[in-house]
């Protein structure tokens, strides 16, 4: 399988480290939605990432349902995604983690692409990334167990994780995750200790497109 896109986007690290989990390998092309519009635009008329092209030619775009087409490949039992009542609240999870993930990368557009600031829309912005961040702390608050669905590591733990790395990296000191959301910050510290996601990762950099 070829995994397309690089690991600073909370998008491709979440669906790289679930592959890891799930013991898939995988060759990654890290392309960038930029610099390297043109290939992804060969597998993903979208020209977004990840994109994932299976072993048998077939091309798998969205993070979401990149990774439900993982689950499928899983062992019985071992899918990271619960099933019942606790699959629609780990999916809700999910969203509410990679939401926080578009708002944080609209931020990245409006200053750095866009080179200009739009204040109603930072702060519209700003006030959703906070509104996510306190739904998910509740969230973690009502789940005692050792990972946020039981006691094995899922799709929910990894997306929130890539989302704390993302919102820190991309917008260092502009939320302070450890004073106002602790549990979500210790969940975050704890999933970035595991050798998956040392393995994948990489430093925040944005190259706005050429004029």
Known sequence: ???????????????????????????????????????????????????????????????????????????PGMAMMPSGAERREAQKVCALATGLCDKAVSLVYETVVHNRATPAWVERCLSQIAGCLSELERSRAAHVTEWWFGPAIGHAD??????????????PGLFDVAEGWPLLAAHAARCEALASFQEIQQPFKVTPPAA
């Open 158 to 171: 990894v997306t929130v994780g890539c989302a704390i790395r993302f919102l820190g990296d991309a917008h």
């Open 1 to 75: 399988m070829i995994l397309i896109g690089q690991f600073d986007s909370p998008f491709v690290r979440r669906v790289a480290i679930a592959m890891r989990l799930y013991g898939l390998s995988f060759d990654q092309k890290p392309w960038s939605v930029f610099g390297d519009a043109e290939k992804i635009a060969q597998y993903n008329p979208l020209m977004r990432v990840p994109t994932l092209v299976m072993g048998n030619g077939e091309v798998l775009i969205e993070s979401h349902a990149i990774l439900d087409a993982l689950d499928q490949l899983a062992p």
